[in-house]
């Protein structure tokens, strides 16, 4: 199996880029027939602080095989611990200090692609998505399948495990097979909203609009003139929110 | 009127707190122990047969304000700062007789000033108390949590009740504002009292604040009405029936309707609101108004 995969992101406008707080990780590019690719993607929460740290620990684990689906229980544990770890380094200011009591939170998305089963299998918590597509034609479209679905209340992984009750419960997963030529692209929320309703309209070919980026300039450009645009019914074309794409093609 | 303006640094939006700090709010929330006095006395033109002990109107405005802003700060904090999302006053109205006192309420190092970024609140109240505050376990109990309280305003009480001058105030510091922010999310301008304004009727003055606006959506004037008389405790009314008094009716039909997108969240939150819904409390203090603010992407597990 051969594997390109090209990561593009970008800040929220008027946020600096220290400010993003979507995070990617993906493992090593197989190079033995029984081993796996893993991409995730994963979005912490602007209104929770420390959230990028926490976003990065989630895609990190996913990809290194250490939380899934279905070890969530056990694994999430040792991930609040380090997090707690990383947040109580310095002395904080009183807002701060409450706020972190409230802990960080994320939207992650995972996909595990097989080399030699041409099989693949993914998992989302919150509005991370993951969509497969060949011959830019949408086969699956998860954990959202409509642009309506999206809004700005999602059911998200926290760092604090009294929040997680009934965040466990919530855990899509879903599985499929490809062939050659197929590209996965994993979206944090506003590009997958934009993806799902461009690609609703007459002739929206959002597939083949992701499939001209070349290179990180490129895809600045297109998310500015999408955030600056409007659908018929005056809603802009794309939420001004941090952006981050994986796009993995394999042949 | 959409109420849809992405609030941001560049964009940021206002709250304005009109604050009565009148004779009536030395009056007790909920009188226990009232005894008879032997004579009747006078104070700030009222007079008193009773004496009773409890937590005052004053006490409850002071404890209201200092936790809508201690909210609205925790809002807009992140791990580097706090984001300059709002900007923040707190007028305080009373006076003695002779003469209304309209002007900034803040003490400590922000005495005078009438608006100031979020970031200079946070970092400059007057002193922090800790509070006890009972929190979820996680385990089906509740464990009491010290949390920091800061204290920006304390409770006053003395004189008339100018709340014509104060919506006045109001209407003249947030004009400066929608002239500078034109497009910007709406200014909401909440203004909490037991209803008794002495300087006539304020219907007008409140009409003059929710006039002005922005291309988003005009200025949302919200009440909170603290009240001795005995009743549940409402948040988003969305009819005057039920309110216990004309100060409260009068204050419910000044409120502006909460926006479409407040009573969505509030909905999704479980809160009982309709399309009659106002920003209106009797008895309570509106911080659940802090959660409907749409500044980003909050979770809802996160409370």
Same mark, same amino acid.
């Given at each position: ?70 070890? !969530?229980?056990?694994? !999430? ?63 699956? &479209? ?32 879903? &599985? ?12 944090? +929320? ?38 600056? +645009? ?11 929110? +941090? ?9 | 009127?959409? @109420? ?80 300059? @999302? @709002?900007?923040?006053?707190?007028? %305080? @109205? ?64 003395? %004189? ?52 002005? %606006? ?90």
């Amino acid at each position: 199996m051969r594997v390109d995969v090209q990561a593009y992101w970008l800040p929220k406008a008027g946020n600096a880029l220290e400010e993003y707080e979507d995070a990617f990780w993906q493992s090593r590019i197989p190079t033995g027939d029984a081993d796996f690719l893993r991409l995730a993607v994963a979005d912490g929460a602007t209104e929770t602080s420390f959230s990028r740290s926490w976003a990065l620990l989630l895609a990190k684990a996913y990809c290194r095989g250490r939380l899934a689906a279905d070890n !969530l229980q056990s694994g !999430l544990p040792k991930l609040q611990r380090i997090w707690k770890r990383h947040v109580g380094k310095k002395p904080l200011p009183w807002y701060a200090e409450q706020k972190l009591e409230s802990g960080a939170f994320a939207a992650i998305a995972g996909i595990k692609i097989g080399s030699q089963v041409k099989e693949w299998s993914a998992f989302a918590v919150g509005d991370c998505c993951v969509f497969h597509t060949r011959e830019e034609v949408i086969l699956t &479209s998860f954990p959202m399948d409509h642009a309506e679905q999206f809004n700005n209340r999602p059911l998200l992984l926290s760092s604090v495990a009294s929040n997680n009750l009934g965040v466990v419960e919530s855990v899509k997963c879903i &599985s499929g097979t490809w062939v050659s030529g197929d590209t996965f692209y994993l979206m944090s +929320d506003a590009l997958a909203a934009w993806f799902l309703r461009y690609a609703s309209l007459p002739g929206g070919d959002a597939a083949y609009c992701l499939r001209t980026l070349t290179n990180q300039r490129s895809f600045a450009d297109f998310v500015e003139l999408q955030r600056n +645009d409007v659908f018929k019914d005056g809603e802009p074309m794309m939420r001004n929110d +941090d952006v981050t794409l994986l796009a993995c093609t394999i042949t | 009127m959409s @109420y849809n303006a992405e609030i941001s640094r560049a964009n940021p939006s206002v709250f304005l707190f009109l604050i009565d700090q009148s004779g009536s709010m030395q009056d007790v929330l909920d009188p226990s122990n009232v005894q008879s006095l032997d004579k009747p006395i006078s104070v700030d033109g009222r007079t008193y047969t009773h004496s009773a002990s409890g937590r005052t109107k004053a006490q409850g405005v002071a404890d209201a304000i200092n936790r809508l802003l201690r909210e609205l700060t925790i809002k807009c904090a992140k791990s580097e700062g706090v984001r300059d @999302y @709002y900007h923040l006053g707190v007028i %305080g @109205y009373g006076g003695d007789n002779s003469a209304n006192r309209v002007s900034s309420a803040f003490v400590g190092p922000l005495a005078g000033r009438e608006l100031a970024p979020i970031s200079e609140i946070a970092n400059n109240p007057a002193r922090i108390e800790e509070r006890g505050k009972k929190v979820d376990d996680g385990a089906g109990g509740l464990v009491e949590q010290k949390v920091k309280f800061p204290i920006w305003f304390e409770a006053i009480a003395g %004189g008339g009740t100018p709340m014509c001058a104060a919506l006045n105030k109001a209407q003249s510091i947030l004009g400066g504002w929608v002239a500078q922010y034109p497009t910007g999310f709406p200014p909401i301008c909440i203004n909490i009292s037991d209803g008794e304004s002495t300087d006539g009727d304020p219907t007008q003055a409140a009409e003059g604040v929710k006039a002005l %606006g922005t291309t988003d959506g005009n200025v949302l004037l919200f009440n909170i009405h603290l009240s001795s008389k005995t009743g549940t405790p409402v948040e988003f009314a969305d009819s005057e029936s039920g309110l216990p008094d004309q100060f409260a009716k009068l204050l419910f039909n000044m409120s502006s309707l909460m926006p479409a997108h407040m009573q969505a969240i509030a909905r999704q939150e479980g809160m009982r609101v309709t399309e009659m819904s106002r920003g209106f409390a009797f008895n309570a203090d509106l911080v659940s108004l802090i959660r409907f603010l749409d500044i980003g992407t909050r979770p809802s597990n996160l409370r």
